[in-house]
């Protein structure tokens, strides 16, 4: 009676689609910082959940990041590549949430 | 008397509906707080865009919808008769067991608080029988244990990666501020998982109410109509208690890190869709607390503060029963025939009221300030680097 089976095809599925979708934003990110374009985004009010950085850190930071573009040594070639990797990624990333949206409507699949 | 039946039925759905409403204006906070604060999007967007996509994500799936409608209280032959007033005080344990909790700051789950409500109702209405226990433990209450487990692991899993993923040794920035960005899809998802299986919950109940009076077929689905109404019932009061969010921003207390909130959220969301998707009713709020309390333990350096974990564990374990007993007591009253449903409703519409304006005579406090989500994050204590954050009040 109990459905089993349905706990572990929720682990699986759930972990699956966590895994993917968070992996291939890593990576986007990793390859955005590779080209030498680090986001800084920062958040200047409080809420739940939320770290506040403080004016000098926020400086500190966009310093940090203008600095590693600036000795990057990678070539530019290089750095398109990265450029291009990073949004592929992220491209993927949002394919794979509209997938896993297209699964679970039956609506869209007839079944 | 069709009066009465009448009567009764636009009663249990318009509370079935106010409960809806109240499930949104609850949980709007655990969606949208992130990406307001990121100054990613404005109040009002977000606030509005959780709404649209509570909206949307209630017409996505109604297998929740069918595992209360036609699961848990057996109907029809062999089994009971469900009356639209056993419903109606099954719902009014749930909504004066939510507001309570609400009140007093327990850590709690609306779903919980519908399931108990009614299976107290119909336990005292016509004994055990009444109950499958099977659907009840396979669809009920293994989700409830299992779901915040799942999610905490797969958010431990995913903070492990996305924080191995953008490592640095080299002490460049790693970036991982970008993840602020992908907080705005990933509260989104969240939002609109939400709509998939709250709502739906609703959607359950009402159509239980129409087949107790064979409006509808023991077998029949869930009417067009009655997702049309709850969708909007529940994305009006995301929309409605989003103002609160407003309201809370400058009172951050845990510490989450955008990468650790990305993962946490995507987790969230994916164990909910999938659970939808095979009907499982399980609460969002522990399903999101689960994912915030695996994450914590992803990040390097983080042990679990076991008093607050279990603190939280003891109210999700206390909410079935507790609204149980509620829903119990109401359904002894409804017994007492047109009456003892009008005793109910007032009883019930009371306590509302009373708890709504207690709660305005105080409104900043640490309990209604913080989402639940957010408090269960102080459940794992992370050891800091060097420096202490001060917390601007």
């Known amino acids: ?111 | 008397m069709p009066v009465d039946i009448t009567l009764i039925i636009v009663l249990v759905i318009a509370l079935a509906l106010f409960f809806d409403f109240t499930n949104g204006f609850h949980d709007t906070a655990n969606a949208m707080a992130t990406p307001i604060a990121t100054g990613a999007l404005k109040p009002k967007v977000a606030v509005g865009l959780a709404a649209i996509l509570n909206l949307v994500g209630a017409f996505l799936s109604t297998e929740v919808a069918k595992t209360i409608s036609g699961g848990i209280i057996r109907e029809g032959d062999g089994g009971v008769l469900i009356t639209p007033e056993l419903i109606f005080a099954g719902l009014i344990g749930a909504i004066v067991w939510n507001m309570l909790t609400w009140l007093l700051g327990l850590p709690s789950s609306s779903s919980h608080a519908l399931f108990g409500g009614l299976i107290g109702a119909a336990l005292v209405g016509f004994g055990t029988g009444a109950i499958d226990f099977g659907v009840l433990l396979s669809k009920v209450i293994l989700p409830a244990l299992l779901a915040p487990l799942t999610a905490g692991l797969i958010a431990f899993a995913a903070t492990k990666l996305a924080y191995g993923i953008t490592r640095r040794y080299d002490g460049k920035p790693d970036g991982r501020s970008g993840f602020r960005y992908g907080q705005i899809f990933s509260s989104s998802l969240v939002a609109l998982a939400h709509g998939t299986n709250d709502a739906q919950k609703t959607m359950g109940v009402i159509t239980l109410a129409l087949i107790s009076v064979n409006l509808l077929g023991p077998d029949d689905g869930v009417p067009f109509w009655v997702v049309v109404v709850c969708a909007l019932a529940i994305a009006l009061g995301t929309y409605v208690g989003g103002w609160r969010i407003i309201k809370t921003l400058g009172t951050g207390l845990t510490d989450v890190k955008p990468a650790q909130g990305f993962s946490a959220e995507t987790s969230t969301a994916a164990t909910i869709l999938a659970s939808s998707h095979l009907g499982f009713a399980l609460s969002t709020t522990q399903v999101a607390s689960g994912s915030v309390i695996g994450s914590g333990l992803g990040r390097r350096g983080s042990t679990v503060r076991w008093g607050t974990a279990g603190r939280i564990a003891i109210g999700w374990l206390l909410t079935l029963p507790a609204a149980g007993i509620v829903g119990a007591l109401a359904a002894l009253v409804a017994h007492l025939g047109t009456w003892g449903v009008i005793i109910d409703a007032v009883v019930g519409v009371g306590t509302i009221v009373f708890i709504f304006l207690w709660s305005r005579r105080d409104q900043i406090g640490h309990h209604n300030v913080v989402s639940e989500v957010a408090a269960s994050g102080e459940a794992v204590a992370i050891a800091r680097k060097s420096k202490k954050k001060k917390v601007a009040k």
């Not at chain 1, 929720?10 to 890593?26: D, K």
Request: net charge positive; proline share 5%.
């Open chain 1, 1 to 111: 009676m109990i459905d089993w089976m349905g706990f572990v095809i929720v682990l699986f599925a759930a972990l699956v689609g966590a895994v993917v979708v968070v992996g291939l934003y890593a990576f986007g990110l990793k390859m955005l910082v590779r080209a030498g374009r680090v986001p800084v985004v920062t958040p200047a009010t409080f809420t739940d959940a939320i770290t506040v950085l403080t004016p000098a850190e926020i400086k500190s930071a966009e310093k940090k990041a203008a600095k590693a573009a600036r000795k990057n040594p990678l070539s530019a070639g290089q750095k398109r590549v990265a450029l291009i990797a990073a949004y592929g990624s992220f491209v993927l990333c949002a394919a794979a949430v509209l997938f896993g949206i297209y699964l679970i409507v039956p609506a869209l699949h007839g079944g």
